[in-house]
């Protein structure tokens, strides 16, 4: 395996892993206007996130740092092919680090109202944004010839559209599940009635964005391995069908783990169908850049290998020792973060 294929997945493994733990943050945003009804209960609900939260976010900035770093050709043409959606993307991120921060320093409840509508935009803005990017990616971008980018206006599609859609209720079912594994009372009641709903409405708007790829969505030849891709895919139902079942039987880390699991599998569909061209043409006849003209020098690469490696390796042991300390479900106790 070269450099160029490693730090492929090495990225893959870090965007994942922002979608799985940053989608709990989007996912609580989305359901917080059902699940939590007034003041007190949506303290609590953006408190069983709390511990986790800036660490949640703090996977992009890793993700994104990785693929300037060691792939800067699948940097820019990503971004820029699909940069309408990417701004959605990170504008929804801003907004919901910066409304969850800014609503506990309000004191009024028509300003702190104010402030939960603007937590649900933000992650509504935030889940559609990277669930469209993704099915962005899969649809490919403009290129030319020589594999430059012409446009961006190709990636907003049907497809990317609902990709997008699918993103935000996956999200929601997400953040439901983690809800009931985390929050107590009514709450946890809230969203454990509404994972069965939302887990359904994500694998129906699952297959029917499968059935648009299927039938025209995708340009010819934007998959080099479409039986992986949907394998994965059909995965997520199956996962999502487990986590409702362990919710109904009050098996909620164990929900948790399949929601976690459904969200990770939609990323690795894309990639594992499009290696090793993961940029591809929507044009016909044209070239797809390979992973190695995506990627930087080796020379580059060998020190980034050597010297951010063991550095990832510890954010990922940092994240895990705080999920480890804050595992169990919250009481009236439990430390306030927001």
Not at 127 to 142: M, N, P, Y
Request: glycine fraction near 12%; include cysteine; proline fraction near 4%.
């Amino acid at each position: 395996m070269g450099y160029a294929t490693l730090w492929l997945c090495a990225f893959g493994v870090l965007f994942t892993g922002y979608l799985v733990l940053a989608g709990i943050d989007y996912g609580v945003g989305l359901v917080l206007p059902h699940v939590a009804r007034e003041d007190g209960e949506r303290r609590l609900a953006l408190n069983a996130v709390g511990p986790f939260f800036l660490g949640n976010e703090v996977w992009l900035l890793v993700a994104v740092g990785t693929m300037i770093g060691t792939l800067p050709g699948l940097e820019s043409r990503l971004l820029t092919g699909a940069y309408p959606l990417a701004i959605v993307a990170m504008v929804g991120v801003v907004v919901v680090n910066v409304s969850v921060q800014l609503r506990s320093r309000s004191t009024g409840s028509g300003a702190r109202s104010f402030w939960d509508a603007v937590v649900f935009g933000g992650a509504a803005a935030a889940a559609f944004g990277w669930g469209a990017l993704l099915a962005a990616l899969a649809g490919g971008v403009d290129l030319d010839a020589a594999g430059s980018v012409t446009g961006s206006a190709g990636s907003v599609t049907p497809l990317s559209l609902l990709g997008g859609v699918t993103a935000m209720v996956l999200f929601a079912a997400h953040g439901a599940v983690f809800l009931t594994a985390r929050a107590y009372g009514a709450v946890a009641e809230r969203a454990r009635r509404a994972v069965p709903v939302l887990s359904a409405a994500a694998g129906l708007l699952l297959l029917a964005t499968l059935v648009v790829a299927m039938s025209g969505g995708l340009p010819d030849g934007a998959f080099r391995h479409p039986v992986f891709a949907v394998v994965a895919l059909l995965g997520v139902l199956a996962v999502l069908a487990v986590a409702v079942w362990c919710t109904s039987r009050a098996a909620a880390w164990q929900a948790f783990a399949a929601s976690a699991t459904a969200v990770a599998l939609a990323p690795v569909a894309v990639v594992a169908g499009k290696y090793p061209a993961l940029i591809t043409p929507r044009g016909s006849g044209l070239r797809a850049p390979a992973t190695e003209e995506l990627a930087g020098s080796s020379t580059s690469l060998a020190l980034i290998t050597w010297t951010a490696g063991p550095v990832l390796l510890l954010v990922i042991a940092v994240q895990a020792y705080a999920w480890w300390i804050f595992r169990g479900r919250m009481t009236s106790r439990s430390p306030v973060f927001y």
